[in-house]
C-alpha cells in the first residue's frame, strides 16, 4: 500500500509539473512553446529537455496525460529509480535523436517520452523474460498497442519523429538494462 502511494506521489510530481508548465504557458500566450527542440539549430539544444514539458493546447496536454500516467505507473511497478533512470535516458537520447535527424519544426509534447516508456515496456518483456515485464508488456499491448500507427507519417503537426526516436530510445534502454541486469549477475 504504502509503495502505491509512493507511485502516485511520483504521478502527481510530474504532472504537477507538466500541467504547472502548461497553465504558464497558456497564460504567457503559449510564447513559452517557442523553446521547444528545432531540429539542427544549435540555439534550440535546450529543447531536448524542455520540449516534453510543452504542449500546443489542452487537447495535446490531456492527451498526452493520460498515457504518461498510465505507462509511468507500470515502470513505476520496478521502482522510482529505473522509472526515472529510464525517463532521463528516452527524454535525452529521443530528443538528440529528434535534434539530429528530424525535419524542421518546433518539436513539442511529452509523446515521445510515451512512445520511449511504451516502447521500454514491451522490450523489457523481450529482454528480461521475467513474470513481471511480460505482464506488463501484454498490459501495454492490449490497452495500446495501436501506438505503433503512430510511428508514422499522419499529420504535419504531429512529431512522429519524436514517437519513432522516443519508441527506439525505450528500446535500447530495455536493452541496456538486460545488459546490466546481466553484468549485476555475473559480478555477484
Request: charged share 5%.
Amino acid at each position: 500500500m504504502r509503495s502505491l502511494r509512493n507511485h502516485f506521489a511520483v504521478l502527481v510530481f510530474i504532472m504537477s509539473i507538466l500541467w504547472g508548465v502548461h497553465l504558464l504557458n497558456y497564460f504567457l500566450g503559449y510564447s513559452l512553446s517557442n523553446y521547444g527542440l528545432i531540429p539542427r539549430n544549435v540555439g534550440h539544444l535546450y529543447g531536448i529537455i524542455t520540449s516534453p514539458f510543452l504542449h500546443a493546447d489542452f487537447t495535446h496536454i490531456v492527451s498526452n496525460s493520460i498515457p504518461l500516467c498510465f505507462l509511468s505507473l507500470l515502470c513505476l511497478t520496478r521502482g522510482k529509480i529505473f522509472f526515472f533512470a529510464n525517463s532521463l535516458f528516452i527524454i535525452v537520447i529521443g530528443g538528440a535523436s529528434v535534434w539530429l535527424f528530424a525535419r524542421s519544426a518546433n518539436h513539442i509534447g511529452a509523446s515521445g517520452w510515451i512512445f520511449g516508456l511504451w516502447g521500454l515496456c514491451i522490450a523489457s518483456a523481450w529482454f528480461q523474460r521475467n513474470l513481471l515485464s511480460i505482464t506488463v508488456a501484454t498490459i501495454v499491448i492490449v490497452l495500446y498497442g495501436g501506438m505503433i500507427w503512430g510511428v508514422l507519417p499522419s499529420h504535419p503537426s504531429v512529431s512522429f519523429e519524436g514517437h519513432f526516436f522516443g519508441m527506439i530510445a525505450g528500446v535500447i534502454a530495455a536493452w541496456i538494462g538486460k545488459k546490466q541486469k546481466k553484468s549485476n549477475v555475473q559480478n555477484d
